[in-house]
């Protein structure tokens, strides 16, 4: 049984985490989308190579390898985030329905 005291821990959760969830969220995708400007950035640097050279170097760069590993913990932190409200949300869904079956079980003995 899943109680009450269970029930307002999970919606505190979920209010409480509301700004590092969506914070962890907007990084994510800021970072999955730096990810080209670093791209072009050291591209840039090599701009007397043909281009798929500068490509190449690129995705081989310190930078980009670095910048991948911000991404990489980005990744993690919204993942996190996403996947302990959609547990905060289970469990307020499997009380409605504990809630919903102990309605129903005291109609059908009255």
């Given at each position: 049984m899943i109680?009450?005291?269970?029930?307002?821990?999970?919606?505190?959760?979920?209010?409480?985490?509301?700004?590092k969830a969506g914070q962890a969220r907007a990084n994510r995708l800021y970072l999955d989308e730096y990810r080209k400007v670093v791209k072009a950035?050291?591209?840039?640097?090599?701009?007397n190579q043909p281009l798929g050279a500068q490509?190449?170097?690129a995705y081989a760069s310190v930078t980009?390898?670095?910048?991948?590993?911000?991404?990489?913990?980005?990744?993690?932190?919204?993942?996190?985030?996403?996947?302990?409200?959609?547990?905060?949300?289970?469990?307020?869904?499997m009380w409605r329905t504990q809630q919903a079956n102990a309605r129903a079980e005291g109609r059908a003995y009255t």
């Open positions: 109680s009450e005291d269970d029930i307002e821990k999970s919606v505190d959760y979920l209010r409480d985490n509301a700004r950035q050291v591209m840039r640097e090599k701009d490509e190449r170097d980009y390898g670095e910048h991948l590993e911000a991404l990489k913990e980005a990744i993690e932190k919204d993942e996190y985030h996403r996947w302990m409200m959609i547990a905060a949300q289970a469990k307020i869904e």
